[in-house]
């Protein structure tokens, strides 16, 4: 099961990765030649595919899949953005302290003698603009311990939590904020 939903992340994680060097590609190639975003697309695929098989190999179906996806490249999106590298040293420290203040938490509820447990699910309305946040802040909120994105749609999300709807959905908030300052548009300058 860990290993399942870690695999599902490190997915989710890695197609944002790879829509990003596409679009570096993209503006590399069309200024120096065509083809340069599908020599990164088969790197960025191939590395997806390594992940997945847990470097076994399985390369006689592997490779196949891998030129295919490169090819017609399944995951190609308009929106355009990059990292904030304010945003970054911001975000860092936020996801740390939050991973261990909610790892604390669920452990306490787990060994607690009344098992203090609370679950519900809680329905989060975006504030957060484009694709790549919003899927990476539900991935980012699969990593937090006690928390589980269950659908996403186009207005929000539906969240199963283990604790307080309130305290939950304020943390949520602030997370969203501090991910929303990690994306930038391709075009705007850096902080």
Same mark, same amino acid.
Do not use: K
């Given at each position: 099961?860990?290993?399942?939903?870690? !695999? *599902?992340?490190?997915? *989710?994680?890695?197609?944002?990765?790879?829509?990003? %060097?596409?679009? #570096?590609?993209?503006? #590399?190639?069309?200024?120096?030649?065509?083809?340069?975003?599908?020599?990164? /697309? =088969?790197?960025? #695929?191939? $590395?997806?595919?390594?992940?997945?098989?847990?470097?076994? *190999?399985?390369?006689?179906? $592997?490779?196949?899949?891998?030129?295919?996806?490169?090819?017609?490249?399944? %995951?190609?999106?308009?929106?355009?953005?990059?990292?904030?590298?304010? $945003?970054?040293?911001?975000?860092?420290?936020? %996801?740390?302290?939050?991973?261990? /203040?909610?790892?604390?938490?669920?452990?306490?509820?787990?060994?607690?003698?009344?098992?203090?447990?609370?679950?519900?699910?809680?329905? %989060?309305?975006? +504030?957060?603009?484009?694709? &790549?946040? /919003?899927?990476? !802040?539900?991935?980012?909120?699969? @990593?937090?311990?006690?928390?589980?994105?269950?659908?996403?749609?186009? &207005?929000?999300?539906?969240? &199963?939590?283990?604790?307080?709807?309130?305290?939950?959905?304020?943390?949520?908030? /602030? =997370?969203?904020?501090?991910?929303?300052? @990690?994306? +930038?548009?391709?075009?705007? &300058?850096?902080?």
């Amino acid at each position: 099961m860990v290993r399942d939903r870690t !695999l *599902g992340v490190v997915r *989710g994680l890695t197609m944002c990765w790879v829509r990003s %060097f596409d679009r #570096y590609g993209a503006r #590399y190639g069309a200024r120096y030649g065509a083809g340069v975003g599908l020599p990164v /697309r =088969l790197l960025a #695929y191939a $590395g997806i595919w390594w992940i997945i098989t847990e470097g076994e *190999g399985g390369w006689l179906w $592997g490779l196949p899949a891998v030129l295919a996806a490169a090819v017609f490249n399944p %995951f190609a999106t308009p929106e355009r953005w990059r990292w904030r590298w304010r $945003g970054v040293l911001v975000f860092v420290p936020v %996801f740390l302290w939050l991973s261990v /203040r909610s790892a604390t938490d669920v452990a306490y509820r787990a060994l607690h003698p009344r098992r203090p447990l609370h679950p519900a699910l809680i329905e %989060f309305i975006w +504030q957060i603009e484009g694709a &790549h946040a /919003r899927v990476f !802040l539900a991935n980012l909120i699969n @990593l937090m311990p006690g928390t589980l994105c269950v659908r996403i749609t186009g &207005h929000g999300m539906t969240v &199963h939590i283990l604790g307080n709807p309130a305290r939950t959905r304020a943390g949520l908030e /602030r =997370l969203e904020v501090v991910v929303a300052r @990690l994306f +930038q548009p391709v075009g705007e &300058h850096d902080d």
